[in-house]
């Protein structure tokens, strides 16, 4: 199929919506580039957009040409009120430019749906919904005051999502609210990224060091750490934030040997102030990296919450995707855990990896439930940019599983977990998933990760410190968000950590200037 784009130039974002369809198109200048001895059909989305003094009118149409002939044809139009914009938002243009942006390409892709689905015989449960936090779009709906069937009856309508897909997201954040409501922009969350990994699975896209090459870095790196966090204390203490949670992630932070992790931990509890956390996670991650004494180590310091993560219970998946541990490992750091009194452990899965089939994956969910922990995060696989999976593809394309094969791997997924007392709690996608799918996190009633919500539903700013970190400073009253990453290798992070804490602080300080200004 041959697509033609007139009035505007969506061409990245219409690409990643007919992939979910067919990966067999590709875009055309011009009419007269199609030529008359060029077989195939034609897709033509014209776009009209007509800006008046109080509103703005959009009107797009789809057309499949074949032999001269219309085979399909669908025209979508919606109208922009201009008379709110002036009084609701400091830049008005600015704001009146994204959303005639984000309603354009939304009509765009629904002209051209029926036509897409019915001719590749599809099965798109999320419709035209490519964003990733499905959830944070519902919050805002419910936080317009709509009625749940309001909201039902949009989300059909605008993305043609599927009742089972709405059922799900309206549940979660039915789940969330009490935990993320009442918003302040006072409360914040702490991650601190720890990147170093044993080895690097094969589907990793994160930012990891092998301790081969980068180990010997590990002591110096917990002290440019410790000198990020006193930067983070001086944002907290001059503009009056209040930490919530604290989340270490990776790689793999038990790569940290258990005195490094003493440290660190010692002094991140003198530099800030943690009197008022109501979580604290640390991912234990990897089987190969866990030891009694890391634990000890973790429990003496008051850390509610471990991720112990499996990926999966099948020894020829550990394997192949570079884990140098067997199950048997996996349970044993389980049962220590339980042991040394962590009474709430999460484990991650992740479904359709290479070479696994629904079976494999039932295999992997009893062993799940008999190890009973509090919550089970189940990641459907994806072809992450960075990730040797996806860089080496032709290596493995063999392995990967079929559309139906991944429905039924989440399916069987969802019923281990629901007929076991867990309740999806929060859910995300990603670009490049199996079957355009989701990752969904599972927990018993009580044991809900708060900053996993946080993070993802994006109320609450998020200080993110360490190589690869991600800040997210979230400005509720504007329903804007900024980004300022920490660079992700070890040896720049190293060189030039003034500059990460002085764009953190940069960043606050001006925003809570302009807050002043306005006021």
């Known amino acids: 199929m041959y697509i033609l784009l007139q009035g505007h130039n969506y061409r990245y974002e219409i690409s990643e919506f007919l992939k979910l369809f067919s990966s067999e198109f590709s875009f055309i200048e011009c009419s007269e580039d199609f030529g008359v001895n060029r077989e195939g059909e034609l897709l033509v989305n014209k776009l009209d957009i007509d800006h ?3 509103r703005v009118s959009i009107l797009t149409k789809s057309q499949v040409l074949k032999d001269g002939q219309v085979l399909y ?3 979508l139009s919606q109208d922009i009120d201009l008379v709110d914009y002036e009084k609701k938002f400091e830049k008005r243009n600015k704001k009146i430019d994204n959303d005639i942006k984000t309603i354009s390409k939304r009509l765009i892709q629904r002209s051209m749906f029926d036509y897409l689905n019915k001719k590749y015989d599809a099965n798109v449960p999320w419709g035209i919904l490519t964003g990733i936090r499905p959830v944070k779009l519902i919050h805002s709906l419910m936080d317009q005051g709509k009625s749940d069937q309001e909201i039902s009856d949009f989300m059909k309508e605008e993305y043609l999502i599927s009742q089972e897909k709405l059922d799900l997201i309206m549940d979660i954040a039915n789940r969330e609210r009490p935990f993320i409501y009442p918003t302040s922009e006072d409360k914040i969350s702490l991650y601190l990224s720890i990147p170093f990994c044993p080895t690097r699975c ?6 990891s060091h092998s301790l081969d090459k980068y180990g010997q870095h590990r002591e110096s790196y917990v ?11 001086s944002i907290i203490e001059d503009f009056g934030k209040t930490i919530e949670s604290i989340y270490i992630g990776g790689g793999t932070p038990t790569s940290l040997e258990a005195k490094d992790m003493d440290y660190l931990i010692t002094n991140l509890f003198k530099i800030l102030d943690l009197t008022k956390i109501k979580e604290f996670t640390v991912e234990a991650g990897r089987p190969d990296t866990i030891t009694r004494d890391k634990l000890k180590v973790l429990k003496k310091h008051g850390v509610t919450r471990i991720s112990i993560n499996p990926q999966t219970m099948n020894q020829v998946s550990l394997d192949r995707i570079g884990r140098k541990h067997s199950v048997e490992d996996i349970v044993d750091c389980y049962h220590m855990a339980r042991n040394l009194g962590f009474d709430n452990i999460n484990m991650d899965l ?3 990896l290479p070479g696994e089939s629904p079976a494999m994956v039932e295999e992997t969910m009893k062993k799940i439930i008999d190890l009973d922990p509090e919550s089970v995060t189940v990641h459907t696989l994806a072809l992450k940019r960075a990730s040797d999976l996806n860089i080496n593809l032709q290596d493995h394309k063999n392995d990967l599983t079929n559309y139906r094969n991944m429905v039924e791997m989440i399916d069987i997924s969802r019923t281990y977990m629901e007929e076991n007392g867990y309740k999806p709690y929060y859910m995300y996608r990603q670009k490049h998933m199996l079957g355009n799918l989701e990752n969904i996190g599972y927990a018993k009633p009580g044991y809900e990760c708060l900053y996993n919500m946080q993070i993802m539903e994006e109320k609450q ?4 410190i360490g190589a690869g970190a991600v800040s997210k400073f979230v400005y509720l009253d504007e329903n804007r968000i900024e980004r300022v990453d920490d660079v992700k290798n070890l040896d720049h992070y190293l060189a030039r950590i003034d500059e990460m804490i002085d764009k953190k602080y940069k960043e606050v300080a001006k925003n809570v200037n302009k807050s002043t200004k306005r006021n």
């Open 350 to 352: 992740i479904l359709g």
């Open 52 to 54: 008046g003094p109080d």
């Open 73 to 75: 044809e669908k025209e």
């Open 202 to 207: 094969l589907y990793c896209s994160f930012p």
């Open 461 to 464: 700013s998020n200080y993110a």
């Open 223 to 233: 002290d440019t750490l410790l000198k990020e966090a006193r930067g983070i204390e």
